[in-house]
């Protein structure tokens, strides 16, 4: 921890970070593992930040309100002449195509803010290219930990970037870099390095919240569901507490989150399994929703807001990816799921037809070369 960019400066309004699971306040500072009580027991869970009771607006509820610029956020909220009564939000309009930059951005301003010189994380291609733009335009130092199978444009896009790679066939030995670098005291860890796992940095999280914040304004009705691509679930818990600001201090009605998957994991938490278990599963070409674990905060983001959980098979992702892309539309296979739950939504009536709908398309395909 040697300098401090100046800039960037944690929001007096911060309280501290609580846990998802067991409600346990903890003081703002990094902890890696999440919520250190829920470890002890092996139950894994992700923080999130809580404000001073006098944070009345929305600004008020962000870690950081200056954060490294580089034009992400308010990203368009798109009619489709042949979606009814559903809009997308087209997180692919962000500067380096995907949802990840705000989370970028939010959790570069944390680490400058407080000494660190390096972010570290573990990723299949979004998460790591948004943080290195990010890291590079705050002049920190990022490695990241991806799969060998990572394709050669992204490797050439991240050695641009100025990011350290390093190549894993596993994601046990992925996460282990990750981890060994969370205990050095010059770098911020902010991708999962808990088994199992709870999700990414709180503080980055926080950026996902702007999304609610938009659509709220861009939405031609009252918006009475979201439906959302999801792996551990930092994007639908981040979205869930942009919607709970906004309920507390507008009234604006919570809308139902649906969070879609490529295997039941998170499905089959819902069905009783333990939030903890393995769910293995073949995810084909979905790599942004990979994975064979679920969180407590993507289980907490449908409970709480009377959502569910939507399986779309890889191959049902083809064929939507092909009938999008037959209709102009460039958003990745992991993004195009969101339309197949929500023709899925509508025809079990889980979704009526007067229940006007925002689908959240998070990724660019260009992030798929
Ligand atoms: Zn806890």
Known sequence: MTHTVPGFALSPTLRGLRCVQC??????????????????????????????????????????????????????????????????????????????????????????????????????????????????????????????RLSETTREQLSALGADLHLFDTDRERVGLIRDLAAKPDTLAVSNIAEPFVGCHPVGIEGYKRIAWEIADQAPAEVRHIVLPTCRGDLAWGVYRGFHDLHELRGTPMPRLHLVEPIPRLAAV????????????????????????????????????????????????????????????????????????????????????????????TSHFFKGL
């Not at 009783?272 to 084909?284: E, H, I, L």
């Not at 993507?298 to 939507?310: D, E, K, P, Y």
């Open 270 to 361: 819902l069905g009783g399994a333990p939030v903890t278990g393995r769910f293995p599963g073949d995810t084909g070409r979905l790599h942004s929703i990979a994975g064979h674990t679920t969180t407590v905060q993507a289980h907490r983001a449908v409970t709480l807001s009377g959502g569910t959980a939507v399986v779309v098979s890889p191959e049902s992702a083809e064929e939507w990816f092909a009938r999008l892309c037959g209709r102009g539309h460039v958003w990745e296979r992991s993004s195009v799921t969101v339309f197949a739950a929500h023709e899925r939504l509508r025809a079990e009536d889980t979704i009526r037809a007067s229940d006007h709908t925002v689908l959240v398309a």
């Open 23 to 148: 409600s346990t306040l903890h003081p703002p500072e990094d902890l890696p593992l999440g919520c250190p009580g829920c470890d002890v027991t092996r139950r894994n869970s992700n923080l999130f930040c809580v404000y001073d009771d006098g944070a009345r607006t929305l600004q008020e509820r962000l870690p950081y309100r200056s954060t490294p610029a580089l034009g992400e956020g308010e990203t368009p909220l798109v009619r489709l002449p042949w979606l009814e009564n559903a809009s997308v939000k087209n997180e692919a309009a962000n500067p380096t195509g995907s949802h990840k930059d705000r989370f970028a951005a939010m959790v570069v301003a944390h680490a400058a803010a407080s000494g660190y010189e390096r972010v570290a994380i573990g990723s299949s291609g979004n998460a790591g290219i948004a943080l290195g733009a990010y890291a590079a335009a705050a002049g920190l130092r990022c490695t990241v930990a991806g799969f060998t």
